[in-house]
């Protein structure tokens, strides 16, 4: 009895993954359009090997990057930023701008 209550649970769990795998992926599409705001960035950690002429040099930062922009027409983004770098020696703050198409 314990088997095959095993068996029918394994044989519907199998159905379920054949639903699942068959099931269409949703598409995701993006607003580009005149009008729409995107923000976004990145963060890093690196691990920089700085060879020197004397003695080698290892240094580690992180970066952190935010950024925002504005379809100004469709498809045509301007976009502001700034870069934070953080590393032994302190904090050093850059600021960037620009488009995309």
Do not use: K
């Not at 993954?17 to 690196?46: H, K």
């Amino acid at each position: 009895m314990l088997v095959m209550a095993l068996a029918t649970m394994t044989a519907q769990a199998q159905d379920d993954a054949e639903q699942v795998a068959s099931a269409p992926a949703e598409t995701i599409t993006l607003d580009l359009s005149r009008g729409t705001y995107q923000l976004g960035g990145s963060a890093t950690a690196n691990i920089a090997l700085l060879p020197a002429t004397t003695e080698s040099q290892t240094d580690v930062y992180l970066l952190l990057s935010p950024q925002g922009g504005y379809f100004i027409v469709d498809r045509v983004e301007l976009f502001v930023g700034v870069d934070l770098l953080v590393d032994e020696t302190g904090l050093e703050v850059g600021v960037f701008a620009g488009f995309d198409y």
